[in-house]
């Protein structure tokens, strides 16, 4: 009997495994008409294409996909764009590495694995990191059920004596039930033996911080509710007083439970079609180096790049982790601006770093950088830096790129100190001057991608994008 059920296993198994083998190939064939019919048009025409990534890719709908959703994440890519760059074999065959530097919350690293490449990803965020690793890892849902099962148990058995995590302003954004409320939890998470799963756990956790607290879920950086915010007569005034008044009384852990039973479901969905438990991406800490102090990656070893950078001074990916990082222990007061120091577009700068006007090197972004001094030198300095330290991602682009190698790059414009910055313009122009070839531009409008209403009062709102598909052939 044994024996039989075994079998009968390998037999589901086979099964599944093809009905993956087919949808790969009619999904490539899908991109590869689509790739081809852009390739055709932009070489006959010379002109920006002018496209809606959510009709290209019509088998995708926004919102449910396997993993996506296992956490909140401000800015997050529309997995349109790289599922129809990761499903062509124009641009990469199966088991090909695919990268993204800047992963956010792992996007590109999912749509990789699920067009059967293999993943690569770096992000100077730790919680970014986190999210990713656990995204593309697959889990097996009995043995995640079981898990919390035991966890949920030793959470309500636990006392009342977990001490909170030291972080900044608690009593501020926590009533004090929800503080010890959230340090059972974490506690009890901290002493799961599983890797794997504690890991899933901190991730739940992770989204659960926000979930509880008294800053406002409409904003990505922490900004604290208050009923004062809106007059009266706004559409915002009654449904903020009405989640006030829940906060009061809202339960941590069952917040916690109702995250975690949605998540075991997306990231079961993962069985199957990732050739086996256990994580495949390859995480890294910094686009500058694409290396940790364990490992590099290779040169010449990556076949796709696709990657959505930062924008200069536009969104504060770090402040908008803080409580995370916070309770996760990824951070302390006194490193929040260190991981902040880390990110390329950051806004903070001594006043001796910006007397003196940086020369990028890129005609258009240094004209509009010299505008840029003369209203705020601090600005001028943070989109210079911003330059530099993006052609030091594109040096290491460059540099693991196998030869004939791709590279997706989405940018679009923001406003800086009333002026329209085309980033996307000067991270082209950069790109070229560095060697690639542009085989295709193309510009999609943006609907929505959990973008802050005002990125801040100097960056102004982001409502289209650019893609360029750049070729690198090395000497």
């Avoid at 890892?137 to 030291?166: C, D, Q």
Wanted: charge should be positive.
């Amino acid at each position: 009997m044994e024996t039989l059920f075994q079998e009968n296993l390998g037999v589901r198994s086979d099964l599944a495994s093809n009905k993956q083998s087919v949808a790969l190939e009619v999904h490539a064939d899908h991109c590869n008409q689509v790739l081809s019919s852009l390739l055709d048009e932009y070489n006959s025409s010379g002109n920006p294409i002018s496209v809606n990534f959510r009709d290209l890719v019509s088998w995708i709908t926004y919102g449910e996909r396997y993993s996506h959703m296992i956490h909140l994440y401000p800015a997050k890519l529309l997995p349109h764009i790289p599922a129809l760059f990761c499903g062509s074999s124009l641009l990469s065959t199966e088991n090909d590495k695919i990268l993204d530097p800047f992963s956010g919350s792992g996007t590109v690293a999912l749509e990789a694995i699920l067009a059967g490449r293999r993943a690569v990803c770096a992000d100077s965020n730790p919680l970014a990191r986190l999210i990713t690793q656990v995204k593309t890892t697959p889990l097996e849902k009995s043995r995640v059920l079981a898990g919390w099962k035991r966890l949920r148990a030793k959470i309500y058995s636990s006392g009342n004596h977990s001490s909170p995590r030291n972080i900044v302003n608690l009593n501020y954004w926590y009533h004090p039930h929800v503080v010890e409320g959230l340090s059972k939890i974490s506690h009890c998470i901290g002493e799961m033996r599983s890797e794997d799963l504690r890991d899933f756990f901190r991730v739940c956790f992770s989204n659960t911080v926000k979930r509880v607290s008294l800053a406002d879920p409409r904003l990505s950086v922490p900004v604290r509710l208050r009923p004062d915010k809106y007059p009266k007569s706004s559409a915002q005034y009654e449904p903020t007083l009405r989640l006030i008044k829940k906060l009061e009384k809202i339960d941590p852990v069952l917040e916690f439970e109702k995250i975690v039973l949605s998540n075991i479901d997306r990231i079961a969905a993962l069985k199957g079609l990732v050739p086996c438990e256990g994580n495949q991406t390859e995480i890294f800490d910094d686009a500058r180096t694409l290396a940790t102090p364990e490992k590099v990656i290779e040169s010449d070893s990556i076949q796709l790049v696709i990657t959505s950078p930062p924008y200069a001074g536009a969104q504060k990916y770090i402040r908008s982790s803080s409580l995370s990082l916070g309770w996760l222990g990824l951070c302390e007061e006194n490193s929040l601006r260190s991981y902040e120091m880390d990110n390329i577009g950051r806004e903070h700068y001594s006043k001796k770093d910006y007397t003196i006007q940086i020369i990028t090197g890129i005609d258009k972004a240094d004209r509009l950088i010299e505008k840029i001094q003369k209203k705020n030198s601090l600005r001028a300095h943070i989109v210079a830096k911003y330059i530099l330290e993006m052609r030091e991602a594109f040096c290491q682009i460059k540099r693991v790129l196998k030869p004939g190698g791709y590279f997706v790059l989405v940018a679009a414009p923001n406003e800086v100190c009333g002026y329209s910055f085309p980033t996307h313009e000067c991270l082209l122009e950069l790109a070229l001057s560095m060697g690639f070839e542009l085989k295709i531009e193309l510009v999609d409008d943006i609907h929505s991608r959990g973008l802050m209403t005002k990125r801040n009062k100097s960056s102004g709102l982001i409502s289209r994008e650019w893609v360029y598909l750049l070729h690198i052939l090395k000497d």
